[in-house]
């Protein structure tokens, strides 16, 4: 296959699924045309062909992977502040109630945008689902403010599209609000769309969002299951994330259990607050658990035991979640903020190391959602998304340990480019292009998603 990049003078970090690999070496990588790897090695090419891209001994390391995110909460940094998760649920809901397909479209491309320029190229998406409803978490009861036709929510699909995100998308089935045949009827829909929206390599597949957390009954379980099933995608499940409730919450994990949901293909976001037989049914069925350390964090949620789970054999992977309650969606940040908080929790520097916690916001997150064989990492046949960071421009000092200083003092300011399938797509500004002037034009002048704009 003919070369359409050659990277030079890299020093790469290869986040290798061979753990006899080297963590990092001084070389090069070559990507065809169709955006995947075709080569890569120590020193220099044995030939230079194609578009030439000389780092001058920066990292080039894999694009960063969020296994759990909503990209259209672009619009609401800063929302809630100073609340816990469920009433800052409502203070978002309150504004979401206002917004329209239209508006949801240059929110979601805005939040892709913004992950793309932040070294994110691949994502795992919930979308808002079409109806906006207003929980009480201690009841556990919610209710429908506003149903919009499903025309809502494939314009979010359109919006990673149109920005160029590598995205799985997440569908909420909405069962306590339509009948069965009506929700398992759209979330088909919302699928097949899915995939006809989203050009071939960014669709990275389809997934259910799992709702048992907020569900009536535990036919909600049952629904999801089915569709896992008929559809053969993932489910990601928001569960014990908060201790607000954490009763009646933990109280709907059996739901899942008995619907025969639990397995490699199911994972929990959060998992913060489970009892110790929660955590032994998630180990002994295969199930996963994705981390947000920094939105746990501004939410006051608490610290998941990651650690806990990991020695229990439980996969662990990371995600940057809303930016409306991570609120700058930097990976760096999510890394320390992780890292930093287990080794205080533990009082241990030896229990998560730099490589650790790297793995898990690429390697590892693709795993969970369902891309490993496409993204997180740098490997010969995989897709060529990678980001350079110069650890001189500012400078770190010198690199006692290459990947301790690529993750724990190299940060935004470091990151000179972002690379999807070879091709740049930011730089040291952030994405460039129309469309992205347009996106903060949309969310600056709306009355949904500016304050003052609304006042005017």
């Known amino acids: 296959m003919r070369t359409a990049l050659t ?8 986040v290798s699924s061979d753990p006899t ?11 065809g045309h169709d955006g995947r790897i075709t080569a890569m090695g120590e020193g220099h090419p044995p030939r230079v062909e194609g578009d030439v891209l000389d780092v001058g001994g920066a990292f080039v390391a894999p694009g960063f992977v969020s296994a759990h995110s909503h990209l259209y909460t672009s619009g609401m940094r800063g929302v809630a502040h100073s ?9 978002n809901n309150e504004i979401l109630v206002r917004a329209e397909a239209r508006d949801m479209y240059w929110a979601t491309v805005h939040g892709s945008l913004d992950f793309l320029g932040n070294g994110i190229t691949s994502a795992f998406n919930f979308t808002q689902s079409r109806v906006i409803v207003m929980f009480d978490g201690q009841t556990g009861t919610g209710t429908a403010a506003r149903v919009h036709d499903p025309g809502f929510v494939h314009a979010q699909v359109e919006g990673a599209a149109d920005a160029g995100l590598r995205v799985v998308h997440a569908f909420r089935l909405d069962d306590d609000w339509f009948d069965e045949d009506v929700a398992t009827g759209t979330f088909a829909q919302m699928v097949h769309g899915a995939a006809e929206r989203t050009p071939g390599p960014q669709h990275l597949g389809s997934a259910v969002m799992g709702s048992v957390q907020w569900a009536a009954s535990a036919r909600t379980a049952e629904l999801e299951v089915r569709a896992m099933r ?53 180990a002994q069925t295969g199930a996963g658990v994705v981390w947000q350390a ?4 501004r939410l006051g949620s608490g610290l998941a035991d990651v650690i806990g789970y990991r020695k229990a054999g439980i996969p662990v992977a990371m995600g940057l979640d809303d930016q409306s309650c991570t609120d700058v969606s930097d990976p760096f940040q999510n890394m320390r903020m992780g890292l930093y908080a287990v080794r205080a929790a533990h009082r241990d520097a030896g229990v998560m190391t730099p490589a650790d916690v790297l793995r898990l916001h690429t390697l590892e997150s693709a795993a969970a959602i369902g891309a490993a064989d496409r993204v997180g990492s740098l490997e010969v046949g995989k897709l060529a998304d990678f980001v350079v960071v110069d650890p001189r421009r500012p400078d770190t000092g010198p690199r006692h340990d290459v990947v301790a200083t690529y993750v724990l003092a190299c940060s935004l300011r470091n990151l000179k480019s972002v690379h999807v399938g070879g091709r740049q ?14 996106a903060s034009h949309e969310l600056h002048t709306s009355a949904v998603w500016n304050p003052v704009a609304a006042m005017v």
């Open 294 to 297: 920094t939105s746990n964090g």
């Open 21 to 31: 690999a080297p963590q990092w070496w001084r070389g090069w990588m070559t990507v």
């Open 230 to 282: 008929e559809h053969g995608v993932l489910n990601q499940a928001h569960f014990v994330e908060t201790a607000e409730g954490i009763e009646l919450q933990r109280t709907k994990f059996d739901w899942y259990d008995r619907a025969g949901a639990l397995g490699p293909g199911f994972w929990f976001g959060h998992f913060v607050h489970p009892t110790g037989p929660m955590v032994d049914r998630v």
């Open 7 to 14: 990277v030079l003078d890299a020093t790469v970090i290869p």
């Open 83 to 91: 609340e816990s998760l469920y009433p800052w649920v409502r203070a």
């Open 425 to 438: 797509v930011a730089d040291a500004d952030g994405p460039r292009g129309d469309l992205a002037v347009r």
